[in-house]
């Protein structure tokens, strides 16, 4: 395997201390007290599945990723269900809405509907190809101090149209918005700002990709050679006989990798 060479790294800890707001700083000291930067893609279609899943992953994660509107059953139990559980085990929520439209509208997808996602998802994301109006749409200012928006900087599909000058353009948007975005859905590290979180989807153990264009690489790969600070796995989890003991197992290596980027200068 070839060297990778990188300054050593802040800890989640420290960088705990360089963000105001409340939901990063909520995350970054919850990866610590919980060992973990591991968050799981709860796609199932069934809500006592979604529940169940929480319950059997929910100390080994720091978030739980949900897709509301695959659910063929939602009532609006549900959320307050895992709100519940979020509450007694320790991780926050995110939707992956992926907003993407004028402002006025996303402030209505977003507060409004069946779903009401504003009143339970912690964190949710943006596409910002509408432009910044499509944050400022999200940006509620009643809810600001504990809800937060990552936005999409890279996608893990092959033969996504994400250049490297979008990706740059994403990056200057958090920055211009930093009281409500706290970092990216990324597939290597964008920003070397410590406040923000990089966030990876499109990792798995045992896949290079399925049979639609998702590309996976390992969690090794995604931490110590891409630099992002949490992996999202789904199928990787949810097609294992045992969830939660391949949550663990998911959970050991990416801590371990992301202890040999705080604690060594180089690493092979
Ligand atoms: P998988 O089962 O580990 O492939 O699930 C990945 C999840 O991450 C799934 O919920 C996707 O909607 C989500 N995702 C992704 O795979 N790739 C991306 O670029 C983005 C989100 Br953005």
Known sequence: MSAIH????????ERASLTQHPVAKKIFSLMEEK?????????VTKADDLLLLAKEVGSEICVFKTHIDILEDFTPSVTSELSKIANDLGFLIFEDRKFAD????????????LYKI??????????????PGVIEGLQQEEILQDRALLLIAQMSSKGNFMTSEYTNQVVQLAIEYQDFVIGFISQQQVSEHPHFLHFTPGVQFCENRDHLKQSYRSPTKAIQEELNDIIIVGRGILHSSNRSETAKKYKKISWDKYLNLIHYADVK
């Open 102 to 113: 004028i402002g006025s509208t996303v402030a209505m997808q977003y507060t409004k509907s």
């Open 6 to 13: 990188h300054k050593k790294r802040l800890s989640f800890q």
């Open 35 to 43: 060992q973990t930067n591991v968050c799981v893609a709860a796609d």
């Open 118 to 131: 504003a009143s339970w998802a912690h964190i949710i994301n943006a596409h910002i190809l509408p432009g």
